[in-house]
């Protein structure tokens, strides 16, 4: 039996003062800025804010309990809009499964042209989903390749160059 300095070693700690960690620093979102529902809500709630917290005296802390109601309204809003997405997201599959079990018996012009509209409005949500964060200068240059080139490197086992891209 040898004894090697790389071996794994896994340690844990356990205590009864442990303390459950908080939800971390607030960032605010800048999408929800473009949002004219949140900005109308946040106008309105402002303006709330100001009258409750009107007898405080101190401005600094008059700034922070207004920063506090912001916040909190900001993860409020967040949060029902994610729900929101994920109930119009979780339709909109519904509904796709329902139109290819309806293609699949009926493939009507009617029923695919359902179908190619409501898969725009699913993409459309994934995009919003992801807030748009598609870094285009990263992508590369699309090369014209013909459909046989494409196949016939799919084809070659082990391939010639393995670092090669595949997908135009």
Same mark, same amino acid.
């Not at 990263?138 to 070659?156: I, N, Q, Y």
């Given at each position: 039996?040898?004894?090697?300095?790389? =071996? %794994? #070693?896994?340690?844990? *700690?356990? $205590? !009864?003062?442990? &303390?459950?960690?908080?939800?971390g620093?607030?960032?605010?979102?800048?999408? *929800?800025?473009?949002?004219k529902?949140?900005?109308?809500?946040?106008?309105? @709630?402002?303006?709330?804010?100001?009258?409750?917290?009107?007898? #405080?005296?101190? !401005?600094?802390?008059?700034? &922070?309990?207004? /920063?506090?109601?912001?916040?909190?309204?900001?993860?409020?809003?967040?949060?029902?809009? =994610? /729900?929101?997405?994920?109930?119009?997201?979780?339709?909109?599959?519904? &509904?796709?499964?329902?139109?290819?079990?309806?293609?699949?018996?009926?493939? $009507?012009?009617?029923? #695919?042209?359902?179908?190619? @509209?409501?898969?725009?409005k699913f993409?459309?949500?994934?995009?919003?989903?992801?807030?748009?964060?598609?870094?285009? =200068?990263?992508? +590369?240059?699309?090369? %014209? %390749?013909?459909? &046989? $080139?494409?196949?016939?490197? *799919?084809?070659?086992? +082990?391939?010639?160059?393995?670092?090669?891209?595949?997908?135009?």
């Open positions: 039996m040898s004894f090697s300095g790389h =071996a %794994a #070693v896994c340690f844990s *700690l356990f $205590s !009864k003062e442990y &303390e459950k960690r908080g939800p620093f607030f960032k605010f979102n800048n999408s *929800l800025s473009e949002d529902n949140f900005m109308e809500e946040l106008k309105k @709630n402002i303006e709330m804010y100001k009258v409750t917290h009107r007898d #405080v005296t101190d !401005k600094r802390l008059y700034w &922070e309990m207004i /920063k506090m109601e912001i916040r909190s309204f900001t993860l409020f809003f967040s949060k029902r809009r =994610a /729900k929101q997405r994920r109930n119009d997201e979780e339709i909109l599959q519904q &509904e796709l499964s329902n139109l290819q079990r309806k293609i699949g018996l009926d493939p $009507s012009e009617e029923n #695919v042209s359902k179908f190619y @509209n409501i898969k725009f993409n459309q949500l994934s995009l919003l989903k992801t807030g748009e964060a598609i870094l285009r =200068a990263c992508e +590369p240059e699309p090369r %014209a %390749a013909s459909r &046989e $080139s494409l196949f016939a490197s *799919l084809k070659r086992f +082990p391939p010639e160059n393995p670092k090669m891209d595949i997908m135009p």
